[in-house]
C-alpha cells in the first residue's frame, strides 16, 4: 500500500513534525508554573493560551489536509473546513480544560491550575481566538488559468 492509500501504514515523522510547535508550548507550560510567571506577569495565560490555540489549529489543519489527500474524507468547503478545525481546536481546550480540572482536585497544588469559572471561560474564549486566527493558512484551491 502507498501512502495516500486509506489505512496505510501513516508517516509518523509527519505527524511528529506538524505537532512539534503545540507540543513545545506545552513543555513551556510546567516551566512557567514552577517558576511562578503565571503569578508574577499574569497576562502571560493570555498570550500562551492564543499561542497554543493557533499553533493546534496550524496542526489540525495540516492533519485535515494529509487525511484529505490520502483519501479518508472528501474536500470541504473553505467556510465548512474552517469551523471544523474551530471546533476541534475549542474540543481539545475543553478536554485541556477538564484535564486542569482533575489535576487540581487530585493533587493538591500551592497555586491551583484552575482560579475558576471565570478563568476557564477566559481560557476556552481564547482557545476560540486562536482557532479563528488559523483562518488564513485555510487556502482554498488555486483557480486555473
Known sequence: MDKTTPGAQPDITYYSKIFSIPLIILIIQ??????????????????MHIAGALSIAISYIFLARNLQHRGFFGEMHPS????????????????????????????????PLQAGNADTMKDLFFAVVGGCLSFPFISTKKKET
Open 30 to 47: 510546567p516551566f512557567l508554573i514552577v517558576f511562578k510567571v503565571y503569578e508574577q506577569v499574569p497576562w502571560i495565560d493570555i498570550p
Open 80 to 111: 465548512f473546513f474552517f469551523i471544523f478545525i474551530v471546533s476541534l481546536v475549542v474540543t481539545t481546550g475543553l478536554i485541556w480544560e477538564i484535564a486542569e480540572f482533575v489535576m487540581d482536585n487530585i493533587y493538591t497544588y500551592n497555586s
